[in-house]
């Protein structure tokens, strides 16, 4: 798969056309006019087509025989891909895909600490305490931007702790899922602590108790999920 650096020319041209799909200003089906866009985003044809090689890796653009570039249907993207689902939280994130999301975690995660109850490590047992750890620092120090990198932090250190490694690489996905929720949720000026429903796993997990650690991360998740649905009534 093209993959990128996020940085320098060719990574702001993949961004500025992802940007353009999942904005909307470019919907499903639509023609690309690779001429217009080069002139818009001031690139070389070269840097222009290395981009879209990265975006025709993950699903979102094709090019037809004598029609040209095309925006594949949404079926056809990579959904699973960190990018993407980086882009779907900055463009707009709809109630079905965070509904799709809470059902992931909700079926990776509980077993995970589960696992992790049974086979962390004193050096990953640490990770959890210092993400936990700096998360209610940034709570309190009003940080929210922190709170949601401590958060990232604690659900990686879980992934890993769980000591399986097919496990361990759905962090992509659940890791860039999990910021653009936790973004939308920590930034509301009246979200919940989140150390509290986070410490109750990590007792868990700390104590060996794995069908403890397992029901602490499914309240988690449940939280975690009515702070999401609240955000969505109160949108309407």
């Not at 960190?82 to 975690?105: N, Y």
């Amino acid at each position: 798969m093209a993959v990128y650096s996020g940085r320098g020319l060719h990574g702001q041209t993949v961004e500025a056309i992802a940007a353009m799909i999942f904005s909307g200003e470019c919907r499903e089906g639509d023609s690309l006019d690779v001429v217009a866009l080069q002139e818009r985003l001031g690139v070389s044809s070269t840097a222009l087509r290395e981009a879209m090689k990265v975006l025709t890796a993950k699903g979102l653009i094709a090019a037809r025989p004598k029609l040209g570039t095309y925006v594949r249907p949404r079926s056809d993207w990579n959904l699973l891909d960190g990018d993407v689902i980086r882009w779907k939280f900055a463009g707009r994130p709809d109630h079905g895909f965070l509904r799709d999301l809470h059902e992931l975690r909700s079926i990776v995660e509980p077993p995970v600490a589960s696992l992790a109850a049974l086979r962390r490590t004193p050096e990953q047992l640490e990770e959890l305490q210092a993400a936990l750890a700096r998360m209610a620092e940034a709570g309190e120090a009003g940080e929210p931007a922190a709170v949601v990198e401590a958060d990232l932090r604690f659900h990686r250190a879980l992934l890993a702790a769980g000591g399986n490694e097919l496990l361990v690489r759905m962090e992509v996905v659940m890791g860039a899922g999990l910021a653009g929720r936790d973004r939308l949720v920590h930034g509301s000026h009246d979200s919940d602590d989140p150390v509290p429903s986070h410490r109750a796993v990590l007792d868990a997990i700390r104590t060996g108790d794995a069908a403890a650690a397992e029901a602490a991360m499914r309240e988690l998740l449940a939280k975690a999920w009515s702070d999401v649905e609240r955000l969505h009534l109160e949108a309407e």
